[in-house]
């Protein structure tokens, strides 16, 4: 069976468990099921490269490696035989323990969430879990990230908008991973890391991450699928970002799908405000991530956030916020998508690419919506063509009729700091050709001639059947 098929198969079994479990922490507990099969992998594959050496020898290995030492009693086919009882439930939180020490992930970000899970969750749904994930042949670490990843996509689509926080569209995030560019010297951030897809897919090999989300479960489910992409991990935190104003360094990238239009309270705005996180008390819900973005960023870095299709052209504090970027002149370029991006919503959103030291006097605009297409559930996807199209059109700045323009901030302003992109690019309208009166008038009597010659036919037709 390959890869998919495994994949399709987990997917089937949680299915069926959601009726005595909720979908997401059966989910969230076979991430945590492939995140011990990877161990196990890693033990398997040491003994298969020193076939010869002892088992002290080869916990020697796994240490240097690893950082902690190999515990048979935490294994998959232990556990999925064990686990009627749950007896070894604490093993395995010293696992996760060291697991959290070797990535840099923030005490009890996957210790926590796995302890109420088997609080909660009945016994024969972890053993049932755990006995499936044992039981799958892959060929490669790899693949047991894409196998994390496919049944994350499904749960979103399965719970909808309760679980849409913390997922993203892929073909979005390849969008968004073109558009950065990321290399392997680089560092990358995600303050709204949600189960941290997009920055897996930004991310080059050795590209340091650093990511943070306000959520602990959703924080737990990204550090593991961070560890199955074998992502060379900087940190990994829960918290609050927009109050978290300063990391010690700047970053080189920072890919960003925050909360669309959470109304903020004016005693958290001004909180924020007072960290340093903002330049305006007079900022709406979508401005503050995008502030968050700047503050976070190097000198000569970028940064892509996704917002909604109402953060162009809004009024009061969102006009506001549109001015100062503008006065900032950090906006480069602005990508307008269709409804149905983002799971959970079909609403439509807008991706903004940030720079700071700008030399441009101008904002690229690129209307991407009729690059999309549409599948079921209204879902939006772009495939790798049309995902070239828009990287060609930035790369090269090109202004082309009906899918770019490129107007300057002088004319922005003049317009009220609107940035709608459908005012700037306008769509092409095949010309018609136009027909003079006496053209038409010369076709209406031909056709006339030659009704008149269908209708003599006829009556010639009648004469001879009908006497």
């Known amino acids: 069976m390959n890869m998919m098929n495994q994949a399709e198969s987990l997917w089937t079994m949680n299915q069926k468990l959601r009726g005595v479990a909720d979908i997401r922490d059966v989910c969230h507990m076979t991430l945590y099921a492939l995140l011990l099969k990877q161990t196990d992998m890693i033990w398997e594959e040491i003994g298969n490269a020193f076939p010869e050496i002892s088992d002290h020898e080869r916990h020697e290995i796994f240490i240097g490696k690893m950082g902690f030492k190999y515990e048979m009693n935490c294994s998959l086919p232990f556990l999925s035989k064990l686990y009627g009882s749950l007896l070894e439930a604490h093993k395995v939180q010293d696992v996760l323990d060291e697991y959290e020490k070797k990535y840099h992930i923030d005490y009890g970000i996957l210790g926590k969430p796995y302890y109420e899970l088997i609080r909660q969750m009945p016994k024969e749904i972890i053993l049932r879990i755990f006995t499936a994930i044992a039981s799958i042949s892959v ?233 999309f297409r549409k599948e079921k559930h209204g879902r939006a996807l772009i495939n790798d063509a049309g995902i070239d199209k828009i990287v060609d059109i930035y790369r090269r700045r090109a202004v082309i009729e009906g899918l770019s323009s490129a107007p300057t901030i002088e004319e922005i302003e003049r317009a009220d700091y609107g940035l709608s992109v459908a005012k700037y690019v306008v769509p092409v309208v095949e010309s018609l050709e136009k027909e003079s009166i006496k053209q038409l008038v010369s076709k209406y009597n031909e056709k006339q001639e030659q009704l008149q010659d269908i209708e003599k036919e006829l009556v010639a037709l009648r004469n001879r059947f009908i006497k």
């Open 139 to 371: 060929k490669s670490k790899e693949e047991l990230y894409d196998i994390a990843e496919y049944l994350i996509l499904k749960s979103t689509e399965r719970a909808g908008r309760s679980m849409s926080e913390c997922s993203t569209n892929v073909s979005l995030a390849k969008l968004e991973a073109k558009l950065l560019e990321c290399d392997s010297s680089m560092t990358l951030y995600d303050g709204f890391c949600g189960s941290g897809i997009s920055v897996n897919r930004t991310a080059a090999k050795d590209t340091k991450i650093h990511i943070r989300d306000i959520d602990l479960k959703i924080a737990s489910i990204a550090a593991i699928l961070c560890i199955l992409g074998q992502k060379n991990i900087g940190r990994v935190e829960c918290s609050d970002t927009l109050l978290e104003t300063e990391y010690e360094t700047k970053f080189d990238r920072i890919v960003s799908e925050p909360p669309f239009s959470v109304r903020y309270s004016k005693d958290y705005t001004d909180k924020v405000y007072y960290s340093g996180g903002i330049p305006d008390k007079n900022i709406d819900g979508d401005g503050l991530p995008v502030f968050h973005c700047i503050n976070q960023l190097k000198d000569d870095g970028k940064a892509v956030i996704l917002l909604p299709m109402g953060f162009l052209f809004r009024g009061g504090k969102t006009q506001n916020v549109r001015r100062i970027l503008l006065e900032m002149n950090v906006i480069d370029v602005i990508i307008e998508l269709p409804e149905g991006c983002l799971p959970g919503t079909y609403a439509p959103s807008v991706l903004l690419i940030l720079k700071k030291n700008r030399n441009d006097d101008n904002i690229l605009m690129i209307s991407a919506k009729s690059l």
